[in-house]
C-alpha cells in the first residue's frame, strides 16, 4: 500500500523513501521529540501546532513527492 499526505507520520517514516521525502521539505522533522506522541496523526492534522513549519504550500510539494514513489 503506497502512502500519502493523508498517512499516519508512523506509517510515512516507516518508508524510507518517504521517511527521505519529509526530510527533504521539513529539515530534522524526523528527530524531533515532539514526533512521538503525534505518530498516529497526518501532517494535515499536525499541521496546527508546527508553529507554520508545516504550510499548505509544503504540503502540496510532499504531496506530489509522495505520488512519485
Same mark, same amino acid.
Given at each position: ?16 523513501? +518517504?521517511?527521505?521525502?519529509?526530510? &527533504?521539505?521539513?529539515?530534522? %522533522? *524526523? ?6 506522541? +503525534?505518530?498516529?496523526?497526518?501532517? &494535515?492534522?499536525?499541521?496546527? %501546532? *508546527? ?19
Amino acid at each position: 500500500m503506497a502512502v500519502t499526505i493523508n498517512s499516519s507520520l508512523k506509517e510515512l517514516l516507516a518508508d524510507p523513501k +518517504a521517511k527521505a521525502i519529509l526530510e &527533504k521539505h521539513f529539515p530534522g %522533522f *524526523s528527530g524531533n521529540p515532539q514526533l512521538q506522541m +503525534a505518530m498516529g496523526m497526518t501532517l &494535515k492534522q499536525v499541521q496546527p %501546532f *508546527s508553529r507554520g513549519a508545516i504550510t499548505d504550500d509544503k504540503l502540496k510539494l510532499v504531496e506530489e513527492d509522495l505520488k512519485k514513489i
